[in-house]
């Protein structure tokens, strides 16, 4: 079965200091694992993909993810806050990796602050 | 044409009310979805459609009724909601499960 767990509802940093959400995942398979931001009352948008090709995936806007099987972890950084960065995040875990089909297994989601 | 559609914006309607929410891409992508999310939640899967085939209903009330004419148009025929079902529709494509969801921009439903 996949799940996966955001560690923290809701994160503050002030502009310009580095950005950790973070996020386990529980999966019966080798996992794709995404990370989606979502800007109040948009819809989501793709920041970045793990599908086992290199564990340190880099994204838009600065953003980055580490895949550690080991420690079943896939942390979202990035090294310096924007106020623009302000948003919902949602570590997402898929299932039947390489199908068209299936479905997506949601986080609860971190709320990113970030003062000026 | 790297976007999903999703029309209207925003939409109220009454509990005897018929309406459509209307999603549209030409990404050329085979499966298309349809997600609800409630305020400060994750988004919850609806449908899936795969081929313009009903593949998964999550047990969603018949009152929502999903329609997938072609390829690039994927429809969601309301009828008789009540006020819990006002939420923020999400519509997503995608060509296989490696290259992740492209989310539509999302209908805004209140049911009154």
């Known amino acids: 079965a996949q799940s996966v767990t955001q560690l923290d509802s809701h994160v503050s940093v002030s502009e310009g200091t580095p950005v950790l959400l973070r996020c386990n995942y529980s999966?019966?398979?080798?996992?794709?694992l995404f990370w989606y931001v979502q800007h109040p009352n948009k819809g989501l948008q793709l920041l970045l993909k793990?599908?086992?090709?290199?564990?340190l995936v880099k994204g838009i806007n600065g953003f980055e993810a580490e895949f550690k099987k080991s420690e079943t972890s896939f942390h979202l950084t990035k090294p310096s806050a924007h106020m623009s960065d302000a948003a919902e995040y949602f570590c997402?875990?898929?299932?039947?990796?390489?199908?068209?089909?299936?479905?997506?297994?949601f986080g609860r989601g971190t709320q990113l602050t970030v003062w000026p | 044409d790297t976007e999903v559609t999703q029309t209207p914006k925003h939409l109220v309607m009454g509990m005897t009310n018929k309406k459509s929410l209307k999603c549209e891409q030409h990404m050329g992508h085979r499966a298309m979805y349809w997600y609800k999310q409630k305020a400060k939640k994750p988004p919850e899967l609806m449908f899936v459609y795969s081929y313009e085939k009903l593949s998964i209903n999550e047990s969603v009330p018949s009152r929502f009724s999903p329609e997938c004419p072609n390829s690039s148009l994927l429809n969601l025929h309301l009828h008789a909601l009540q006020p819990e079902d006002s939420a923020l529709y999400l519509c997503?494509?995608?060509?296989?499960?490696?290259?992740?969801?492209?989310f539509g921009s999302g209908t805004r439903l209140t049911v009154v």
């Open positions: 999966s019966s398979y080798s996992p794709s």
């Open positions: 997503a494509s995608s060509s296989n499960r490696d290259s992740g969801y492209t």
């Open positions: 997402v875990v898929s299932d039947h990796r390489g199908s068209t089909l299936g479905r997506l297994y």
């Open positions: 793990y599908t086992s090709a290199a564990t």
